[in-house]
């Protein structure tokens, strides 16, 4: 057996029971060292803590770029700055985003430690031990009682359950509270249900490597010459929780971070914002126009040293640098002065913002559910002001659109239809459930005569074809289903006399009118969304053999016997029960002999050991029996629509926004929800599936040129195929609304995916089950409902809440206000820090470019301040009218949204306010300055005052230009003699003040 498994191609991970030397070994070229179980969720250890978080912070071209700047303001020779005044904001912004990544490594610390510390039973010298987590190996074989967490992925061997059943939740998975039980081989629940037959197991399992696939196992267990195959239904996952079981034995397959859950706790797909992308363009646009304006500046240095600078004695620095040299520090200068310019706070004051309107949306009673209890809930905060930018909504209809409670109202039994008169008195039949209500005491009668078997096989039919687990409690009978659906019919079943009361690995009980018979389960032909049905094979008293089937109406009328007579009539009742909304089953079955039987299930064992395609395998060889079957009937389930649905359509609508409805129901099905939910009207003109392909082709070129270019292009397929794509894009997307029906969960995704290739927008999708996680993950924003199928759409969503109707308030309210509030919080930074910097550049034109400051760093942190605070307090207060929570929603189309964000920047009272602040922050500088120089001169306002005094007129600039020595001579006695000062003291004041600078401007002009 062991040589086989090598040979196996898939198979490459091996374990062997109660075995601590070799523990797991793969087969592959590269190999694989033994697993711990302990897990690492954390980032950082107190050594790695600080150079890893700078690492991740300067990735940030902000902060990196302020680091290069502060490593500037070091060097004396070209900074006219202190170095603290970049030190200071930077350490500001680096500690408050280590302090946050730091909380939350130290949360996932504890968390691993507590996980890592929890213990069970392991067997360890022949004897079941208390272990921890954190010691558990490969190839243990442990003990779980009632209620405990699985500590690793384990394959189950035998249980305190009859068969070795053993009933588990899986929340932590996938977020769903219904039980789901595993079954043992029923070789090992034979054997190994004592200490000491466990503690001298030594099976082989060879399987599929670890990998991220919860629903899906493929492997075999070697044990005493014989291979048995393992599935998914003979593993407990890592997380699971044992219910309903006192005790269950197993032995680990995979350990710590080969765990499904694990694997499966990755990196989710990082969703950005436009107006992310946006802050990082503005960011690298505006350090490239820093270097162009400090280039320029450096430049003109240049030109003014060699034209004024070197003539100019009383400037001497005693550094005899050419001009070129001074213009290259001065470049560096201005890199240092106008530094305001790269805003270091915008990402910290944005994810404030952020985390801010993300409570806003927690806090909103307006979207809180009381039924459930569920508030609504801003999982992410990095996604707010995209709400206010949808373009196109794709929602799930069974459970988003409805309330995905189901209820069995009619049905079609041979030909007839059932459920159209009266409701029924059930309380003939002890098992009847209370709640279920029918209108058609005919079949009733039909039922108690016995005379109609079909009938009878109808009904036989739902109680036995299905995964639903009973539960007893309280003299109660419950059942665990895995879809509305399926307990809907069960249930209808159960009300018209045939009660499902247990099942077992390879027998199902059942009460027939009050008649408790059980039956051989010979097969189970699984449902999954390609195949869209499910089949089991009984044996029946009397040995014969039958298979039942249901599933939607397509796949099963393709494998219909063609001697069904009443196919037509089921049609017909078919398309009714669609025009009502209600959704269908059909249900058929077949006899099988003996000996087509045993060949085929010695197919279905050798695809169920493959361990290459297994699935593939599986579903050819359930093509073969599930042929030429004979209709019973059909079934019409009945799924109301939740609150307000038509009136949050109408006003998205009344918005602009486009809604796309995916279904996986048929046609009439969809059409009809579409009319009820007024995404359709009596107006609107409906253009099929079938009548679009002549459409598609209008969008194809016409003159004999581009026909030439269209048929070079059709050569290669994968071009033609993105064309029709493109072409089917444009068209939808020219129609009101949108519904897909019969999509699987990948086709969702993928008509998501077509939208944002080819469109470009902003897309939203919402939905409530498993089967809407690829299409909520794959749009822009994912919304999910915590609905009748679990959670596991909410845990994949970015937002949630309980109803559809709240998506109005979300989009409508939250959106425009987060969007809204963002772009004006964005233009007011950047013109709040351009305005400070052209204060710079002006000055320039005075101070010989010299990269002197124009106004200190003390003076522009009031003015910031004043004008942050100043703008929460007095904007948001003014305009807090204008921006309510009810008027865009009473008229959407009134308050159109500002646009992409990029147009915010582009207003022409954008500039207007920037130049109107420059002048402003200059006004109490230069108001100080005239009043200074006016009431109380200083010395060097006098002498600047006689210098202009002292100027020769324009005429006599050439013969100044030639006696400008005996000028400037002049110049210094007329100091003397206004000063009053000795000659030794008036050149040692000249001096000073022309060291200060002071003295500048007058000695220039003179």
């Known amino acids: 057996a062991f040589q086989l498994l090598l040979s196996l191609p898939d198979c490459n991970w091996q374990v062997k029971a109660n075995d601590q030397r070799s523990s797991a070994v793969s087969l592959t070229m590269f190999g694989f060292l033994p697993q711990g179980n302990a897990i690492k969720t954390y980032k950082y250890n107190p050594i790695t803590f600080l150079p890893l978080n700078l690492f991740e912070q300067f ?130 629940h ?52 044992i219910r309903n079981t006192d005790f269950c034995h197993g032995m680990v397959i995979f350990a710590g971070a080969d765990t499904k859950i694990m694997r499966n706790s990755g990196r989710t797909r990082f969703k950005r914002t436009k107006i992310d992308s946006l802050m990082n363009y503005m960011v690298y646009t505006i350090i490239v126009v820093l270097i162009l304006l400090s280039a320029g500046l450096a430049i003109g240095h240049t030109y003014w040293e060699q034209q004024i600078g070197n003539s100019s004695w009383y400037l001497y620095d005693a550094q005899d640098s050419s001009p070129a040299y001074r213009g290259f520090l001065t470049f560096w200068g201005y890199i240092i002065v106008l530094n305001t310019m790269v805003p270091i706070s915008l990402y910290v004051s944005v994810e404030v913002i952020r985390f801010g309107q993300s409570y806003f949306i927690n806090w909103d009673l307006q979207m809180y559910y009381p039924e459930k209890d569920t508030a609504a809930k801003a999982r992410t905060t990095t996604l707010n002001e995209q709400l206010g930018q949808i373009q196109y909504i794709f929602s799930d209809k069974t459970g988003t659109l409805t309330q995905n409670i189901m209820t069995f109202k009619k049905c079609c039994i041979n030909g007839q239809r059932y459920g159209q008169v009266h409701t029924i008195d059930f ?51 419950h059942y665990q289903a895995a879809s509305p659906d399926e307990g809907a019919l069960v249930t209808a079943a159960r009300n018209f006399g045939y009660v499902f009361l247990s099942r077992t690995q390879n027998t199902i009980t059942i009460s027939e009118m009050g008649v408790q018979r059980t039956y051989d389960v010979l097969a189970i032909l699984d449902f999954n969304s390609d195949r ?57 079955y077949r006899d099988i002999s003996q000996d087509e039987f045993e060949v085929w299930n010695k197919k279905f064992l050798e695809a169920s050991l493959a361990t290459s395609h297994r699935d593939e395998a599986l579903d050819k060889v359930y093509e073969e029996i599930e042929k030429n079957l004979i209709l019973l009937g059909a079934t019409a389930i009945e799924d109301k629509l939740q609150d307000g649905v038509p009136e949050t359509i109408s006003r998205l609508s009344k918005a602009d926004i486009k809604i796309w409805v995916l279904t996986g129901d048929k046609k009439e099905t969809a059409e009809n929800i579409g009319f009820s939910c007024e995404l359709l009207t009596e107006d609107t003109a409906i253009c099929y599936g079938e009548d679009t392909r002549q459409k598609l082709k209008l969008k194809f070129p016409r003159t004999a040129e581009e026909k030439k270019k269209q048929s070079e292009k059709r050569r290669r397929a994968e071009a033609y195929k993105e064309q029709q794509q493109k072409n089917f894009v444009d068209l939808a997307c020219e129609c009101r609304a949108v519904i897909c029906c019969r999509v699987t969960p990948k086709q969702k995704a993928m008509v998501v995916e077509l939208v944002k290739k080819y469109k470009k927008a902003i897309t939203l999708a919402i939905g409530d089950g498993a089967n809407d996680v690829n299409m909520i993950k794959t749009a822009h924003i994912g919304v999910g409902i915590s609905g009748q199928e679990g959670m596991q759409a909410v845990m994949s969503s970015d937002y949630s809440f309980g109803q559809f109707r709240y998506l109005q308030r979300l989009l409508l309210v939250h959106g425009r206000w987060s969007y809204i509030r963002m772009c004006k919080f964005l ?50 207060g003014l305009t807090f009218d204008f921006h309510s929570a009810g008027i865009h929603v009473l008229f959407p189309s009134v308050f159109q949204f500002t646009g992409a964000a990029p147009n915010a920047l582009r207003q022409p009272y954008l ?96």
């Open 59 to 188: 990735k940030r071209a902000a902060n990196f770029y302020f680091l290069v700047l502060l490593i500037l303001q070091a060097i004396p020779e070209i900074s006219t700055l202190s170095w603290y005044t970049t030190l200071v904001p930077l350490l500001l912004v680096l500690g408050i985003t280590a302090v946050k990544d730091l909380v939350d490594d130290i949360a996932r610390h504890r968390m691993d430690n507590e996980v890592n510390n929890r213990t069970c039973d392991v067997i360890k010298d022949g004897r079941f031990k208390a272990t921890k987590w954190k010691d558990i190996k490969v190839g243990d074989v442990v003990r779980l009682k009632k209620n405990t967490f699985v500590p690793a992925d384990i394959l189950l061997l035998s249980s305190s359950e009859p068969n070795s059943l053993c009933y588990v939740e899986t929340a932590e998975l996938d977020g769903e509270t219904n039980l789901k039980f595993k079954m043992a081989l029923e070789v090992t």
């Open 190 to 241: 034979r054997h190994l249900q004592e200490e000491s037959a466990l503690a001298d197991f030594d099976g082989l399992v060879e399987c599929e490597e670890p990998n991220n696939r919860l629903d899906k196992f493929t492997g075999m267990l070697s044990w005493r010459d014989s291979l048995y195959p393992l599935d998914a239904d003979k593993i407990l996952l890592r997380g699971c929780k």
């Open 427 to 477: 309380s003939w039949n002890a098992y009847a459930d209370g709640k279920f209500l029918f209108y058609d005491h005919y079949l009733i009668e039909q039922i108690k005569a016995g005379k109609e078997p079909e009938i009878q096989k109808f009904f036989f039919l739902l109680a036995i074809c299905h995964t639903v687990m009973a539960d007893t409690s309280d003299g109660q009978l």
């Open 532 to 588: 869209k049905r499910m089949s089991v094979i009984v044996r029946e008293s009397g040995g014969h053999i039958r298979l039942y089937c249901k599933g939607a109406d397509t796949v099963i009328y393709e494998r219909l016997h063609p001697s069904n007579v009443k196919r037509e009539a089921t049609e017909e009742a078919l398309d009714v029960f669609a025009n009502e909304t209600l959704r269908t089953l059909c249900l058929c």
């Open 827 to 876: 233009r007011y930074f950047f013109y709040k820090n351009f305005a400070f910097t052209l204060v710079h550049i002006w000055y320039s034109f005075f101070n010989g470019f010299s990269a002197q400051i124009g106004l200190d760093t003390s003076y522009w942190t009031f003015v910031n301040a004043f004008s942050v605070f100043g703008s929460i307090a007095l904007y948001f």
């Open 911 to 1006: 500039w207007l306010t920037m130049i109107l602040t420059i002048a402003i922050c200059l006004l109490p500088v230069v108001a100080q300055r005239f009043l200074s120089m006016t009431i109380w001169p200083s010395e060097s306002d006098k002498v600047s005052e006689i210098c202009s005094w002292a100027s020769p007129p324009p005429s006599r600039l050439p013969g100044v230009l030639r006696e400008a020595q005996a000028e400037v001579g002049g110049v210094i006695a007329l100091f003397q003699r206004e000063l009053g000062l000795e000659k030794e003291q008036s050149s040692q004041s000249c001096a000073v003040q022309c060291e200060t600078g002071e003295l500048w401007d007058c000695s220039a002009s003179a």
